[in-house]
């Protein structure tokens, strides 16, 4: 996943912290965002700019203002350490699994039960889903 993508899923999890999580996802996601968060403390210990910004984002967690700030600073973390991105990569992966339950987050912290399609941006084509042996046609004349 690249770096910008990775910092979107990622930034409202540390931005909430893993009390919110605890409280209405389990002890099990809870301690995965947390995991997450202190990984992010970790990196971003030292930078002043990017502490700064995620003591805001984690006192306002729904303004999208702050939510932005912490995207962006942690995408050129994430493009700068490839271990960091590595291990942000497999938390939010756990996390969107549900930490191996049936119960998973999206990137915005909703409770999501069973499979998920997220569509964003100008969609004026087909959009196809679903698990795919063979090929396909999007061809409609045929």
Do not use: W, Y
């Not at 409280?23 to 970790?42: M, N, R």
């Not at 039960?113 to 045929?142: C, E, M, Y």
Request: with cysteine.
């Amino acid at each position: 996943m690249d770096p910008l993508t990775l910092a979107v899923i990622a930034a409202p999890f540390v931005a909430k912290g893993a009390e919110a999580f605890s409280s209405s996802a389990g002890d099990k996601l809870g301690a995965k965002v947390g995991e997450l968060c202190q990984a992010v403390i970790d990196k971003f210990r030292g930078d002043s700019d990017a502490e700064e910004t995620l003591a805001l984002a984690q006192k306002r967690p729904d303004s999208k203002g702050q939510q932005s700030a912490l995207e962006e600073i942690l995408a050129e973390k994430l493009k700068d350490d490839q271990d960091f991105a590595a291990k942000v990569q497999r938390l939010v992966d756990d996390l969107q699994k549900g930490g191996g339950g049936r119960t998973a987050f999206d990137q915005r912290g909703q409770t999501v039960h069973g499979s998920q399609t997220n569509i964003a941006g100008n969609v004026n084509r087909p959009v196809l889903s679903g698990n795919f042996s063979g090929p396909v046609n999007t061809d409609k004349s045929k």
